[in-house]
């Protein structure tokens, strides 16, 4: 059974940073492809950065590149997005995801709330 509880999401101002971890249970980072993604009132989820399971490659959405950095624990094992120089426009609902490389399986948490505003 997968189950991805995120935490660490909440408001901050701009220019400030975060990090959001999910928690991952159930979940094989050699077999699972991990991700974060972002859905903003009004608009569609999508995807802000990968970590790829078999060789651990990281993809960003153009509009954090160089702003935020995705990793992972093995051991605990968790998965963050470390988040700088955050802008209103990240303002969004962060949601963790895994994805079986094998199959194509997908799980996904809760979610966790980020607001950036002065």
């Known amino acids: 059974q997968v189950q991805l509880v995120e935490s660490g999401g909440g408001l901050v101002l701009p220019g400030e940073s975060l990090t959001l971890s999910c928690a991952a249970s159930?979940?094989?980072?050699?077999?699972?492809?991990m991700a974060w993604y972002r859905q903003a009132p009004g608009k569609e989820r999508e995807l802000v950065a990968s970590l790829e399971a078999t060789f651990g490659t990281t993809n960003y959405a153009d509009s954090v590149k160089g702003r935020f950095t995705i990793s992972r624990d093995n051991a605990k094992p968790t998965v963050y997005l470390l988040m700088n120089d955050l802008k209103p426009e990240d303002t969004a609902v962060y949601f963790c995801?895994?994805?079986?490389?094998?199959?194509?399986?997908?799980?996904w948490g809760q979610g966790t709330q980020v607001i950036v505003s002065a």
């Open positions: 159930g979940v094989h980072f050699g077999l699972d492809t």
């Open positions: 995801n895994a994805r079986r490389v094998i199959g194509g399986s997908e799980f």
